[in-house]
């Protein structure tokens, strides 16, 4: 029997993605110099790809990393001489700011309960941190700040920069980038890839605080500093010798994603994530983790479980369907099921059937 992840990341391949990893090997991609004329081309159908999909503004610079936890390093480094600021309400949030110190800056933080949003009348009005990092959609709790909350923030501390955190919200989420300085993600979440590649996206208000930190004689990193990167992104090139077989397939799948539309995958996501949530609800065991509608995740589908999660996680993989336990100190009493393209909505009609029979 097929097995279909419905864990957040790594998670299903988006379904094409089997089928070009065989032409990527039948046509040597593996093997091709990162510095050839083909692999630009590659290079430069990717990132138009990304940039169309996500409808990225044409002023905005992208890169590749390796992963998304490395874009909230490289953001830090760059654009952070002392004080960043960041909305902790899970997992993640709480690793960005740890980077933070980690780096020998000094982070501060709000910090809102697993499960919530944030108040953001509690932000002190009298400072204005150098950069602000929030957790778009907390893979860990299922929680997802409105987009407008972002935006709003962004106008209070316009001096700031407002970094997001799209990994398991995209594609799906709808970000007006004109209203953040960066955001990344990287692609085995929502675009249903294999790990090992990350996408940066920023603006010039990013770049000029890099540079101007370099021209201080500070350090902002070393091959993967913003300038190394746009340096070698002007030639279609990573400063390393990336991830050429992932790049070779996120152009692929985003031309696949663009084909079907993403108007098509945001409509069908809301609609398997209100079969998701409306299973949970039902379910006598299972409720809602996050009781808030307003700040329900989408794509990251969070519930309580009255027992123990392990025998649901089981029954459910007998029947081919691979959920997530809750994260960390939740793994027992938790379930998440990730929402992404790559879930068919047979598929999730079928999964919450099952759920709804144990
Ligand atoms: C998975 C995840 C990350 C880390 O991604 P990596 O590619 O493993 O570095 C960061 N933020 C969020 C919200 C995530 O879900």
């Avoid at 953001?75 to 600021?85: G, I, K, R, W």
């Avoid at 790049?247 to 108007?263: F, H, N, Q, R």
């Avoid at 079969?275 to 509608?293: C, G, I, K, M, W």
Wanted: proline share 5%; with cysteine; charged share 20%.
């Amino acid at each position: 029997m097929g097995k279909m992840f419905f864990t957040a990341g790594p998670s299903q391949l988006y379904p094409t993605v089997k089928q070009y990893i065989s032409t990527a090997l039948e046509n040597d991609i593996p093997s091709l110099s990162h510095r050839s004329a083909a692999f630009e081309e590659i290079y430069a159908a990717a990132e138009n790809g990304i940039r169309q999909l996500l409808n990225v503004p044409a002023d905005y610079c992208l890169v590749f990393l390796s992963s998304a936890t490395e874009a909230m390093e490289r953001m830090l480094q760059n654009c952070v001489e002392q004080d960043s600021y960041h909305l902790v309400n899970g997992a993640f949030s709480q690793r960005f700011f740890t980077i933070a110190r980690e780096l020998g800056k000094t982070p501060a933080k709000l910090e809102a309960p697993w499960g919530s949003g944030f108040d953001l009348g509690q932000l002190p009005n009298n400072s204005s941190p150098e950069l602000i990092a929030v957790t778009h959609n907390e893979t860990s709790t299922g929680v997802s700040i409105p987009m407008e909350q972002i935006y709003r923030l962004h106008r209070q501390f316009p001096a700031s920069l407002m970094v997001v955190d799209i990994v398991s919200s995209a594609p799906y989420v709808d970000l007006d980038y004109n209203q953040v300085d960066a955001a990344f993600f990287s692609v085995q979440k929502g675009f249903g890839l294999p790990a090992g590649l990350g996408v940066l996206l920023f603006n010039q208000r990013c770049l000029d605080k890099a540079l101007k930190r370099q021209d201080s004689g500070k350090s902002i990193g070393s091959y993967h500093s913003l300038p190394a990167l746009l340096e070698k992104a002007a030639k279609n090139q990573n400063p390393e010798t990336p991830n050429v077989v992932g790049i070779y397939l996120l152009c692929k799948v985003c031309a696949d994603m663009l084909e079907k539309g993403i108007e098509q995958i945001r409509l069908e996501t809301e609609q398997k994530a209100g079969l998701l949530y409306s299973a949970v609800e039902q379910h006598s065991q299972l409720r809602p983790f996050v009781t808030d509608s307003k700040i329900q995740s989408q794509t990251v589908i969070v519930a309580d479980i009255e027992r123990d999660s392990k025998p649901v996680i089981d029954e459910l993989a007998t029947h081919g369907f691979i959920v997530g336990s809750g994260y960390g100190k939740l793994k027992k009493s938790q379930i998440r099921i990730a929402n992404f393209p790559a879930h068919d909505p047979a598929s999730v009609e079928e999964l919450t059937k099952h759920l709804l029979n144990i």
